[in-house]
């Protein structure tokens, strides 16, 4: 099925229903949608390896400085244009971290091609919370973590997240080999659009889903800019005992407020 661009790793899957797309978050790569692929199996199901990440093309130095976001969102809508040219309408995006920041980049730039929108915790932080959040998160450092004792990394990862499944923490361990070396940080897959601003430009139906713990990037302040935003379009939930992977902290919590809205925004 020739909905992919060339330079990018799609996984298809051929559910009976309307389309998902998922996008995975900074360091990951689509194999850590495994537990969602389950459970969506009644949608059709592409899941892209974002540029730079698992095994879709390596970015080239002009792509990745200052950030990555615009060819990341570049390529979601050509994988958009193709799904859309071959199977019709009622296209949702899903993305997480990274990946809601793109979902939300292609959402307002071509809601043409998007009917709903899930952001699972996407950067949208206070402007002095995010001049720090790339000092805290230096890439290539936690990937050679893993690719120099990949069993005792993912160790420490179990006691941080001992609820995930083992074989979804086990992909998401093996994500982190394979990160592009040019990606330095995560302010390098951050839109240069302030997120307010993309927010408000939103005009499809929108959840935004986050945790209640201290790791979630949506905080309470983050919630009161949205609010001041103002955008009807987008409606926030907080999903307690979660943090920034939100639906792997609490897979039930997640499902519970996502999969009804799926199902009301592609119904018909």
């Known amino acids: 099925m020739a909905t992919a661009p060339d330079d990018l790793t799609v996984s298809v899957i051929d559910g009976p229903g309307p389309t998902l797309v998922l996008l995975h978050g900074f360091l990951d790569a689509g194999s850590v949608w495994a537990d969602a692929v389950r459970r969506w199996s009644a949608y059709r199901l592409l899941v892209p390896d974002a540029r730079g990440h698992g095994t879709s093309a390596r970015l080239t130095p002009e792509q990745a400085k200052p950030t990555a976001a615009p060819v990341m969102i570049e390529d979601v809508v050509r994988l958009l244009e193709a799904v859309v040219a071959q199977h019709g309408s009622k296209v949702a995006l899903v993305g997480h971290s990274m990946g809601a920041g793109v979902a939300a980049g292609v959402g307002a730039a071509r809601p043409d091609l998007v009917d709903a929108l899930v952001l699972e915790d996407p ?3 206070p402007p002095e919370r995010a001049r720090g959040w790339r000092d805290v998160h230096p890439a290539q450092e936690w990937a050679q973590e893993f690719r120099d004792d990949f069993d005792a990394t993912l160790a420490a990862a ?3 997240h001992p609820t995930w499944p083992a074989d979804l923490r ?3 361990g093996r994500a982190k080999t394979r990160i592009d070396p040019l990606l330095k940080h995560t302010g390098q897959c951050v839109a240069r659009t302030p997120w307010t601003e993309t927010a408000a430009a939103l005009t499809v139906p929108t959840l935004l889903v986050t945790g209640d713990q201290p790791d979630s990037t949506v905080d309470r302040v983050s919630v009161e800019m949205l609010e001041a ?3 009807p379009q987008i ?3 907080e999903v307690t ?5 939100v639906r792997l902290d609490n897979p039930v919590g ?3 407020v996502v999969d009804p809205f799926l199902a009301e925004t592609l119904a018909g």
Do not use: I, P, S, T
Not at 241 to 245: F, I, K, L, N, S
């Open 235 to 237: 409606v926030v939930h």
């Open 241 to 245: 005992d979660a943090g920034h992977y």
């Open 123 to 125: 950067a949208w932080m």
């Open 254 to 256: 997640y499902h519970e």
């Open 170 to 172: 086990r992909d998401w």
């Open 158 to 160: 179990h006691a941080e």
């Open 229 to 231: 935003v103002a955008n």
